[in-house]
Each structure stands twice: as C-alpha cells, then as structure tokens.
C-alpha cells in the first residue's frame, strides 16, 4: 500500500517504528504539510527567507519529537502548534536584532478579487499590510491561523490551548480591529499657517 492511501495517523505510527532509518512515511507527511506550514510561517513572520528558516525546523522537530506524540489531539493540531510556537519565538528574536519588518501578505480573498487587476492588487495589498501592521502580535497570528492557514475555530483553539469560547471572542476581537484600521483614513497633514497666510490675498 502506498504511503498516499495512509492516513496522518497512519503514517505517523509508520515514522515511530521506521525513523531515523526509513523516511517514506515522513516524507509523505511532509509532502502534505509543508506548503501550508510555509504559508503559515510566511503570514506570521512577513519574510521568505525567514518563513523557510522557521518551516524547515518546524519539520526538524517534527522528524526528531514524532515519537513523543501521543495521539491525544489530530497529528494536523499538533504540528500548528509547533508551527505556532516556533515562529512566535523567531519573531521575537527577530524583535532583538532588528526593527519590525513588513508582514504578511494579501489574504486569499483578497488575491482571488483582485487577480485581473494586477494595479488595484498592489493597492490592496500595501492597505492590508498597513492595516495588519497596527494589530497586536496576538491578533495579527489570530488571523495568520485562520486565513493564512484556514484552521477551523476549533483546531485554533487547540492549537493556542484554549477554549472554543476564548478562541472565537480572540478571532471577533481581530478582525474587529483589522476592519477598524483598514477603513479609517490616513491621518491629514495639517495646513502650515505661514504658508496659508502666504498664499492668502
């Protein structure tokens, strides 16, 4: 039977007698779940290099902790959770050597509207990045996981380690303040009274 009839379950009891030695059930985990772990990573931490840094020891972990896992959650929560904390722990690292750097990018939705349009696209996304930039770390990661990775309320929810409740009132909370920053205007410069004296009759 091929390692793509199997099951996540599956294939992980296949890594736990099968590793380090043999790597085709690994593989086929990480074939399945590395594209939208990188997407993840790409959200949470805005750049690719670092996004490739942090997904690759993501799946390091995965390789060398897979025996630890105990089956008590779905092996797809348990690896988010490692995504999570892992790219939690670079972003702050990153915090220490240098000035926050530009995050995350278009969301699916607005990619899909905006895909004929390659101008509009633009436009769109530096207001969602400016938009994004004014959240919290928590509520922008809140986002990453539900948009950037399409978790369910409920796998968000294990995968942070908290209630369905506090998850879905951390989700409102978010995107109440994406939706708030996105449609306020820029500030207004104001007008320099020399030069509108000046330029009076």
Known sequence: MGTETLTDEQLVARCKVELPYEVEAYSELLRRHQPVAFRTCLKMLGSTQDAEEA????????????????????????????????????????????????????TTQLEEATREDPALQRELSGKVRDALDHLADDERHMIALRYGSGLS?????????????????????????????????????????????????
């Open 55 to 106: 997904c690759q020891d993501v799946f390091l972990q995965v390789f060398h902790k897979i025996h630890a896992f105990e089956g008590r959650a779905q092996f797809k929560t348990w690896l988010y959770r490692i995504v999570f904390n892992r790219c939690v722990e670079r972003r702050r690292h990153l915090a220490r050597r240098r000035e926050r750097h530009a995050e995350f990018t278009e």
């Open 153 to 201: 309320l409920q796998e968000i929810a294990d995968v942070l380690e908290i209630g369905l409740s506090a998850a879905k009132m951390r989700l409102y909370r978010a995107q109440e303040r994406f939706k708030a920053t996105w449609t306020s205007p820029p500030p207004q410069a104001h007008p320099n009274p020399a030069l509108t004296a000046a330029t009076q009759p």
